[in-house]
């Protein structure tokens, strides 16, 4: 008894205490509400209904269109207070499978950084469907380039120590402008109301500069470069640079950083050549070949030999843009550029999306990244590898099968059990009206122990809750596409049982009276241990409906009112007195 108290208790605190935490609350937006009838409503008493609620709230209720006939849906306009009166009319929530806000929904995010418009990149690959999982928290990108210099639009985004290999010192400041504006694909500051977005934005930056001002660097350099990434942390490498040459060197550094687990991005090259540069030629990196705005192969883009996949690269049909510096004076500017230098920042922020979602190998993330791809039907050119970059496709692909913390968020909250409201305003079901019956249950069992004590026992408590309220939390439960109608099986007490399948309000009057206890009382009566469920769960149901007659009560056959109250009041009585009785003679035959 202690124990289940304490668990109440506990049940209504940790409620109050997600009631006030307006964070977990489910905020749509709505300025409408649904009304669904049941379909044993008559439709005259529908329209009856319809009427008040135009008279009262000075509103007209229409079908949702002219397919809503059948399914009995209608449209009223209104707010949060008005959906709070709808749901406490008794004999509207009798009559309608549900009231529920007609939330306005809307495309998938858009950020609000004002040139965001102008990223015909980002649409290209799908950003905003990757957004709804991920913005790459927890990864770190090194871009090995130029540097990269904090422009305005990367205030906002999180940067990790990086090293200038040129200049042998800490500070890796960008002086030249292509490095900025390759990490500003990859992580500009986004959602900040300025300039444009990056893609993996809440992803960390390491900035390593091997190229001089003049865009130059040696394989010595970048191949430190690669090693100071894989020991400092990166998850992902970034390399908008390439040559002709093959380095032992180099190819050595870069499975020292894949083997500890990096994933190696790079630029195919610019030279329109039928061969991928240096050192996206390696076996262990993802080399990218460039696309123009129409989708098609940049007129400068490498191809053929070592492409493996394609990003949008700009050509002058329209130019990739991002914040960076002005080389000249070192000045913040928004620019346009152009080559598979640009390409490639688009796989490396992809990548720390997936690395975000939990995949942790190279070889991983680059399968999802190709097979999630846009196919390219007739390629035989190898212009696009294993086919076009898709964000939303490989991030879905890295979650496909996986229930995360997110997903198990996302479902408590749209199914509202982290909105204390979604309980009490007439949701999946009534917390308060749930903890009375079942509290009262056990209230009437202790009454009736102080007149003939008797030992409490499991058999006791089981058969009260399933006599009361039932598992009444998975009233509401959704899993994806499981079926619900044993989740409402389970979360019905006994009286509710009669119209659990169909998910109906109005109870069944078989199920909501004696009858059913009474049946258990003759069945189970000879039997040590049932014969305690059969008596728990008779004052579990005189409880339950003694609590139903106040609230909002209707009935197969009988309606709702005061000829319903009295016919559960009534047999709540005769329930209470049939286990009085059961028990009486149980305590005297002991």
């Known amino acids: 008894m202690k124990k289940f108290l304490l668990f109440c208790l506990f049940i209504v605190g940790i409620s109050f205490a997600l009631w006030n935490f307006k964070g977990l609350a489910n905020k749509g937006e709505y300025s409408s509400i649904v009304l669904d009838f049941q379909n044993n409503v008559d439709k005259t008493e529908i329209l009856r209904e319809l009427d008040a609620i135009a008279a009262n709230y000075s509103v007209k209720p229409h079908l949702n269109s002219e397919f809503s006939q059948s399914d009995r849906v209608y449209i009223i306009e209104g707010d949060k207070q008005t959906l709070k009166a709808l749901r406490k009319s008794k004999l509207l929530r009798s009559a309608t499978e549900y009231i529920e806000p007609n939330y306005v929904y809307h495309t998938l995010e858009r950020p609000n950084d004002p040139d965001y418009s102008k990223q015909w990149n980002f649409q290209n690959i799908n950003i905003e469907q990757a957004w709804a999982e991920t913005k790459g928290e927890g990864a770190v990108v090194a871009v090995i380039d130029t540097g990269v210099s904090k422009v305005p639009d990367l205030k906002d985004t999180a940067f990790v120590k990086g090293y200038d290999f040129v200049n042998d010192r800490a500070d890796a400041t960008d002086d030249q402008g292509h490095g900025t504006h390759v990490a500003g694909t990859i992580a500009q500051s986004t959602n900040n109301g300025y300039g444009v977005a990056g893609i993996a934005y809440k992803a960390k930056i390491m900035p390593i500069k091997v190229l001089s001002r003049s865009g130059g660097g040696t394989v010595s350099d970048i191949a430190e470069g690669i090693r100071f990434a894989a020991d400092n942390g990166a998850d992902v490498i970034n390399m908008s640079l390439g040559g002709g040459g093959e380095s032992k060197l180099l190819d050595e550094a870069i499975a020292y950083a894949y083997d500890k687990g990096v994933a190696i991005i790079a630029a195919a090259g610019n030279e329109n050549r039928n061969s991928s540069s240096y050192p996206a030629r390696y076996p262990r990196v993802l080399s990218v070949s460039a696309l123009d705005p129409a989708g098609v192969k940049a007129p400068y883009s490498n191809f053929g030999a070592g492409v493996d996949i394609s990003a949008p690269g700009g050509s002058e049909l329209g130019k990739v843009l991002q914040n960076t510096i002005d080389p000249r004076t070192g000045d913040s500017v928004f620019a346009g550029f152009q080559g598979t230098s640009m390409a490639s920042p688009h796989v490396a922020g992809v990548a720390a999306l997936l690395k975000s979602e939990g995949i942790e190998s190279p070889a991983e993330i680059y399968e999802i990244l190709k097979q999630s791809a846009r196919k390219v039907e007739e390629d035989d050119l190898n212009h696009f590898g294993a086919g076009q970059l898709d964000a939303g496709a490989a991030v879905e692909l890295a979650s496909k099968g996986k229930i995360t913390f997110k997903d198990f968020f996302r479902w408590l909250r749209d199914n509202g059990y982290l909105n204390l409201r979604f309980w009490f305003d007439g949701g999946a079901i009534a917390l308060l009206p749930k903890l009375a019956m079942v509290i009262g249950s056990y209230l009437l069992a202790w009454l009736l122990r102080n007149y003939f004590p008797f030992r409490w026992n499991w058999w006791l408590g089981s058969g009260l809750i399933a006599g009361s309220s039932g598992l009444f939390f998975l009233r509401g439960f959704y899993i994806f596409d499981l079926p619900q ?56 149901v005189a409880s339950c409906l003694a609590v139903n007659a106040f609230l909002s009560p209707a009935i197969w056959g009988i309606g709702s009112g005061v000829f319903a109250s009295l016919f559960l009041l009534v047999n709540a009585a005769l329930c209470l007195i049939l286990a009085r009785f059961v028990i009486k003679g149980e305590v005297q035959g002991i």
């Open 485 to 540: 109608a044993p989740f409402r099986v389970l979360g019905s007490s006994i009286p509710e049982l009669g119209t659990a399948v169909q998910g109906g309000s109005t109870l069944n009057p078989l199920f909501a009276s004696i009858l059913i206890p009474a049946g258990l009382i003759v069945l189970f009566l000879g039997h040590p241990r049932w014969k305690w469920f059969a008596i728990g769960t008779t004052l579990g």
